[in-house]
Each structure stands twice: as structure tokens, then as C-alpha cells.
């Protein structure tokens, strides 16, 4: 992490709580949600959560880094229920700190997306995509990876952490499968990633909030985060575009998960069964910029069709998990490389 203080990165370490009532002790009405997920499908979930069961939910925001330390750091004295963050991925060696719980909903969830660890249902997907600003990109072409090498764009890619930002980790995922054509651990995916390093020109976000706010606000060209909050940005009437790179996209499932020892935990189980449930995957998919994984619910009208989404056939799920650490210590080693 050397070359992250070296360069000064801009962390959110500040928890906020943002949310509906409680306090966080324990009680037969109380429920406290450690979430990354988005403010609007928060707002979208959680109050009427509240009112269809009477529970009152304490919401803490968070990125995913921080949100999964301080589950880590509370483990003896936990003082949250839920954890609504990131995915297997970055999950899949912590299942100490979690509840086994497998839903009734999950047998409803797409093929791919069933929880299968006995911990953790994935309950929406994201894809890694580009947000690009219309105005500043002008006439320039930003389709692929490879044109994130534009020597134009050096200093104006907004990119986070990947070692603490699920986005910035699965864009890196995208990245190396593409520029590795299928072996995201290849020379030549590595060559890449030190050119694209270069072009970020010591620049380096905090947390995917900042990648994307930072490309609407005009002060990046392009950035690489998740769908959601491009489609939202640009239905607020900010000038991005959404790109999903010609190479293909990463598409995890981002799940929820019940904290180990919680206080709360029968609250805690319907609050899983209520995300996965089939009027919240289609509200929310309807409404929202989000897609859900309940089988058969259907996206609104202005979220690219999924058939029109190209994924990297050589993903392997499972060899990203095991290779994860090896990863992000490369990257990390790039990084550092790139300030000498």
C-alpha cells in the first residue's frame, strides 16, 4: 500500500449513518445493514422493508473496503446484522465472519447466481463499464480498453483502488481479460495494465464514488466503474455516456450476507428473504438502474438489453478467488513501479 500514500489517494474513512431509525442494540424490532449498494436502491428497499414488517433499520453507508474491515474489526462485539457489499470475490475466504443462511428465495435466483457457499446470495449485478463525459470527450473515440492508452487521456482517467474498491477490482478483472485475450495472468495483460498505470498519471481515487463523480463533474474524461450510477448520472441530465468496452465486461453478482454472532438474527434473515423476494427484484428492476437476479424479472426500458452485453467467455469465477491476492499485490507492485 506504499504507493497509495505515496500518491496521496483520497479515502472515504468516514462511516455514515444515513439511516431509518435504531440504534444498534439488540431487540425484537431492530436491525442494523452495513451497505455499499447505492442510495437510491437503498431508499428503494429499506423504508418499505420497514413498513411491511414493523422492523426499524439502522442503514451505515460505506465502500466496500471499509465496510468489510469493520466487520472484520467488530468480529468479537459484532454491531452490525448485515452486510449488503461486494461480492464472492472479495468474500469467499471470509465466510468466519458470516451466518450460514440459504433463502428459500435463492431456488428463484438465475442459474450462475444461487448461493452456493452456504453464506453469501448474490441479489443484483452490476457490469464494469466506462462512464465517459460527452462534453469532454468531444469527437474522441473511447470504446475499448485499448483506447484508454490515448496519450490525450493521460491524467484524465478517474480509476480507485482495487485493492479496497470491489469496482476498481472487477474493472481490473475486465482489463486483464481483455488485454490478455482470455489469460488475464499473461505478460502481455500485465504490459497492458503498466501502460494504462503510466496513463493515469499518479491519479488514483478512494472509492468508486469518487471515479464516477469525478467524470460528471467534468473533471475526468473517462472513467471505469459499474452501470448503475453512469445510467443514473445521465438520467439526472449530466453529460456521460454508459460504454461497455467492445472486449467484454465482468459481470459479478453483488450479494448480502449475515454478520456472524448477530444480535438480530431472524430480523436478519427476512431482511435477505425481502431483497431476493420477487417484488423487490421486479420493483426495483423496473424502477431503478439496477438488475436484479431473480429469475424472469425484467430491466426497464432504458438499460442496454442484456443480450446487447458481451462477456469474457474464458471468465473463470473461481481462478480469479484463488488468484486474488496475487493480483492485487501485482497491481500494487505496478503502481509503486510507476512513481519511481
Known amino acids: ?33 452495513y451497505t455499499t449498494r447505492s442510495e437510491s436502491l437503498n431508499e428503494a428497499v429499506i423504508p418499505q422493508f420497514e413498513k411491511e414488517t414493523g422492523i426499524r433499520v439502522q442503514m451505515i453507508s460505506a465502500g466496500t473496503g471499509e465496510a468489510i474491515t469493520r466487520v472484520e474489526s467488530e468480529r468479537n462485539n459484532p454491531q452490525g446484522d448485515v452486510l449488503w457489499a461486494a461480492d464472492i470475490t472479495m468474500l469467499y475466504d471470509k465466510t468466519d465472519l458470516f451466518e450460514e443462511y440459504v433463502s428459500p428465495e435463492d431456488e428463484y435466483m438465475m442459474e450462475g447466481f444461487k448461493n452456493t457457499t452456504g453464506y453469501f446470495s448474490p441479489a443484483f449485478s452490476d457490469p464494469t463499464v466506462f462512464i465517459v463525459n460527452t462534453d469532454l470527450a468531444g469527437d474522441m473515440e473511447i470504446e475499448s480498453f485499448q483506447d484508454l492508452l490515448n496519450p490525450e487521456l493521460k491524467g484524465r482517467i478517474a480509476f480507485g483502488d ?4 470491489s469496482s476498481a477490482f ?6 486483464l481479460y481483455a488485454a490478455g485475450d482470455g489469460d488475464p495472468m499473461s505478460d502481455q495483460a500485465w504490459e497492458f495494465v503498466k501502460a494504462f498505470v503510466a496513463n493515469l498519471d499518479g491519479k488514483v481515487q478512494g472509492s468508486s464514488g469518487q471515479v464516477h463523480k469525478g467524470v460528471a463533474d467534468g473533471e475526468y474524461v473517462v472513467g471505469l466503474t459499474w452501470e448503475d450510477p453512469v445510467v443514473h448520472y445521465k438520467q439526472s441530465g449530466a453529460a456521460v455516456e454508459v460504454v ?26 427476512k431482511f435477505v428473504d425481502y431483497v431476493l423476494s420477487e417484488e423487490v427484484q421486479s420493483r426495483t428492476g423496473q424502477e431503478l438502474t439496477v438488475r436484479p437476479l431473480r ?9 442496454t438489453p442484456q443480450e446487447e452485453i458481451k462477456l469474457f467467455d474464458e471468465y473463470d469465477e473461481m481462478f480469479i478467488i484463488e488468484n486474488m491476492d496475487d493480483i492485487t499485490a501485482r497491481y500494487v507492485e505496478v503502481l509503486e513501479g510507476s512513481m519511481d
Do not use: H, R
Not at 170 to 175: F, G, N, P, V, Y
Open 1 to 33: 500500500m506504499k504507493a497509495l500514500k505515496k500518491i496521496g489517494v483520497v479515502v472515504g474513512l468516514a462511516v455514515v449513518a444515513t439511516g431509518c431509525g435504531g440504534n444498534g442494540s439488540s431487540g425484537d424490532d431492530t436491525l442494523v445493514v
Open 162 to 165: 482495487p485493492v479496497n474498491s
Open 170 to 175: 472487477q474493472s481490473l478483472i475486465a482489463m
Open 244 to 269: 461497455f468496452p467492445t472486449e467484454g465486461v465482468v459481470y459479478p453478482g453483488q450479494s448480502i450476507q449475515i454478520i456472524k454472532g448477530t444480535k438480530n438474527l431472524e430480523n436478519a434473515k
Open 295 to 303: 429469475e424472469g424479472v425484467e430491466v426497464a426500458d432504458y438499460m
